[in-house]
């Protein structure tokens, strides 16, 4: 089946620094990915919409200078969380769409302290 | 827009019993796909299974199975013979079919399922 690789699974930073996490499609091209945030015992949360050498989307209420995506190639997008802050701390998802339904990263715990 | 909900916030269910999680949702769009996916305690989001809009026929994978109502717009997961490896979030989604292309998924709040040996 279709893999998708999240990295890193966890970081810690210090707050006031930049983290950036990477979403890599290992066995497809995935011209679309998308980026979730996940609350303790909460759903999905969709930020924003990935899409290859285009500007991201972002949903309401997401900061996209604090949350910086960049789909570069077919196989990599990137979420750079800037100057975090400990209410940034969260489970961030990505994934990327592959015909109808789309296939998860394993997620990042981010810690900021 | 599109709408998901899950009613039962958990469920319970004995080894090798029978369990059925509910779903229904809202939208005026004729060609969609609707998921259920689970995501056990390592967060690792896992398709379960898959159910085209324009298929009257149930989708089957295993030990689960849907029950698709489309004029109801009630998207139901059966689990037979539940294991304890079952013990899980899941989440019931909508996702859009533009016609050869597909939009992002919608969740439901999701349903935690434990399974009682």
């Not at chain 1, 750079?80 to 998802?93: K, L």
């Not at chain 2, 229904?24 to 998921?35: H, I, K, N």
Request: proline share 3%.
């Amino acid at each position: 089946g279709a893999v998708v690789s999240q990295h890193p699974s966890w970081v810690i930073c210090k707050s006031g620094t930049s983290v950036k996490i990477e979403c890599r499609s290992l066995d497809f091209q995935a011209t679309t990915m998308f980026w979730y945030r996940q609350f303790p015992k909460q759903s999905l949360m969709l930020m924003a919409t990935s899409n290859e050498g285009s500007k991201a989307t972002y949903e309401q209420g997401v900061e996209k200078d604090k949350f910086l995506i960049n789909h570069a190639s077919l196989t990599l997008s990137t979420l750079t969380v800037t100057s975090a802050h400990p209410e940034d701390s969260s489970f961030y998802i990505c994934s990327a769409l592959l015909g109808a339904g789309a296939f998860f990263g394993q997620g990042t715990r981010l810690t900021v302290v | 827009a599109q709408t998901v909900t899950q009613s039962q916030p958990e469920m319970s269910v004995q080894e090798a019993e029978t369990v059925t999680l509910s779903c229904t949702y809202d939208t005026s769009e004729s060609d969609y796909y609707l998921f259920w996916y689970k995501q056990p305690p390592s967060r690792q989001m896992i398709l379960v299974i898959r159910q085209e809009a324009y298929k009257q026929q149930n989708a089957t994978e295993n030990r689960f199975s849907v029950n698709f109502q489309k004029a109801a717009k009630s998207f139901s997961l059966k689990i037979s013979d539940s294991q304890l490896g079952d013990a899980a979030m899941y989440f019931c989604a909508y996702q859009t079919d533009y016609g050869g292309s597909q939009g992002n998924l919608i969740f439901g709040k999701g349903t935690k399922l434990s399974v009682k040996p």
